[in-house]
């Protein structure tokens, strides 16, 4: 993760929360007080943000007399009652950051707790699961770490990365042929390495990429589990396969019989409930 980013990310979370002042804190508690708290996890999953929790308090606290002790590092699986860190240090500014870290820290949380029960129930298949780009506006970098932490993978990261050549992408461009000579002359002309990818939705569709070639990936969507099957056989040691559209955690072992190399599930990072983690008073 890139520090500068992070930084920057959790400034401006900051900024939004506090603006020119915590007034519940600055008007009931004196501003040379100093409190204990510890992070306890209220359920099971799989923690992510530790690193991203501990930064907010380290910005919140400019004359640094925050302390942290940590005893559970990203990727590990919590309980419920499991203390993950305890902090000391000025109440006000453990008051100022409280909320903002634990929105990072239970929202990547369930990302990699949500991740994780896919990565299981794929076990022992051929079939990977892939992320999307159905983020949270100015959340995707932190959102795929979620996904990576739970044993996912990283589809492309934006627009940037990797060709995909969708629906809307074939039919403006005039057709699946036009759309893929395109791209390639496109990627010649201006000497850059992308990998391309295209999406079908029929055997026909499927036929002409066959036919046209020069891809590395074919997304099957919308198929029913019976036609994804024969598609990957038709496909099989040619391209990439990854079959998307609708597939959720009671189907997706159905689709993974296929034995396509991967599923993507958007609601990896967009059908999420938070992790239940709470900073609590600690009287040790």
Request: some cysteine.
């Amino acid at each position: 993760m890139d520090v500068g980013y992070l930084k920057k990310h959790i400034l401006n979370a900051l900024e939004e929360d506090i603006q020119s002042g915590d007034f519940s804190s600055i008007a009931c508690i004196d501003k040379t007080a100093q409190r204990k708290v510890k992070l306890i996890a209220k359920q099971e999953g799989i923690l992510c943000g530790v690193d991203v929790f501990c930064m907010v308090f380290d910005l919140m606290d400019s004359e640094k007399d925050i302390k942290i002790e940590r005893f559970i590092n990203d990727g590990a699986k919590v309980k419920k009652g499991d203390t993950v860190l305890k902090i000391s240090g000025n109440a006000r500014n453990i008051l100022g950051a409280e909320r903002t870290a634990l929105n990072y820290i239970q929202l990547l949380s369930g990302i990699a707790t949500t991740t994780s029960m896919y990565v299981k129930e794929l076990e022992g298949m051929h079939t990977k699961l892939l992320d999307t780009r159905k983020t949270t506006p100015g959340l995707r970098m932190l959102e795929k770490y979620a996904v990576k932490t739970g044993g996912g993978v990283n589809h492309r990261i934006g627009l940037f990365d990797m060709i995909m050549l969708k629906d809307n992408h074939i039919d403006f461009a005039g057709g699946i042929t036009q759309a893929i000579t395109k791209t390639k002359n496109y990627l010649k002309d201006n000497n850059l390495d992308l990998k391309i990818e295209i999406e079908v939705r029929n055997f026909k569709e499927l036929d002409e990429v066959l036919t046209c070639g020069g891809i590395d990936r074919i997304m099957l969507d919308n198929f029913t589990p019976e036609d994804l099957q024969k598609a990957v056989e038709i496909i099989a040691g040619r391209y990439e396969t990854e079959a998307s559209g609708g597939i959720n955690f009671s189907t997706l072992k159905t689709y993974a019989k296929s034995n396509v190399d991967f599923i993507s599930v958007g609601a990896l990072t967009h059908h999420i409930s938070a992790l239940d983690l709470s900073l609590v008073s600690d009287l040790d």
